[in-house]
């Protein structure tokens, strides 16, 4: 199972929104609605902020939200800001009772 | 409070064993599929393998298929990864996560430990 493809690095100004992208294949993100999204500071563990294509956990800002065209999940930071400087990983189910990573994008705030 | 400790991480020769175990409270831990998450060095994460909350039902990449295996014991809410054959490619920060029991897996990780790191060396 390859890694979902990510842009590697992703930045913007403070107040400015960015998008990233996580592209898979019609096995994994684009046959299934549970595609994830985590948010990863240097030297802290994941913590998630989309499920389920769109839904945010309890407590998770509404700066971000998901989407999902074919095979391309997406998610969006509004509003950018210096803490939200981070990895960020998407994460997908797959056809074959799986799981997949995408290839981790850093964002960075200018 | 929810908690994941983790433990049995160290250095190991390559075609060498080593058990990784990750205790849990302040969730039901039947509950929730657990899995297994590595992430090599710079790089990203990994997906390593996934157990029901019965523990009846678990998966695994085909990177570690046939050499790692994972269990539960609900009774002790604590996930363990049995680890064999390992390679210089296997080392990595392994971490346990735990998403909310459902008919399909998901990669909805709610709950993540503080990662135990892993060198396969020579």
């Known amino acids: 199972q390859s890694a979902l493809t990510q842009p590697a690095s992703v930045s913007g100004s403070p107040g400015q929104s960015i998008t990233i992208s996580c592209t898979g294949t019609?096995?994994?993100?684009?046959?299934?609605?549970?595609v994830s999204w985590y948010q990863q500071h240097p030297g802290k563990a994941p913590k998630l902020i989309i499920y389920?294509?769109?839904d945010r956990p309890s407590g998770v800002s509404d700066r971000f939200s998901g989407s999902k065209s074919g095979n391309t999940a997406s998610l969006t930071i509004s509003g950018l800001q210096a803490e939200d400087e981070a990895d960020y990983h998407c994460?997908?189910?797959?056809?074959?009772?799986?799981?997949?990573f995408g290839t981790g994008t850093k964002v960075t705030v200018l | 409070e929810v908690q994941l400790l983790q433990s049995g991480g160290g250095l190991v020769q390559p075609g060498g064993s080593l058990r990784l175990s990750c205790a849990t409270s302040?969730?039901?831990?039947?509950?929730?599929?657990m899995s297994w998450v590595r992430q090599a060095p710079g790089k990203g994460l990994e997906w390593v393998s996934a157990?029901?909350?019965?523990?009846?039902?678990?998966f695994y990449a085909d990177s570690v298929k046939g050499r790692f295996t994972i269990s539960r014991d609900n009774s002790k809410n604590t996930l363990y990864l049995q680890m064999n054959s390992l390679r210089a490619e296997d080392t990595a920060l392994y971490y346990c996560?735990?998403?909310?029991?459902?008919?399909?897996?998901?990669?909805?990780?709610?709950?993540w430990g503080q990662g135990s790191l892993v060198i396969v060396s020579s």
């Open positions: 996560a735990g998403a909310p029991q459902r008919p399909n897996l998901r990669p909805n990780f709610d709950y």
């Open positions: 302040g969730f039901t831990f039947s509950n929730y599929a």
């Open positions: 157990i029901s909350g019965s523990g009846d039902t678990t």
């Open positions: 019609s096995s994994d993100v684009g046959g299934y609605s549970h």
């Open positions: 389920d294509v769109t």
């Open positions: 994460a997908s189910c797959t056809s074959r009772s799986t799981l997949v």
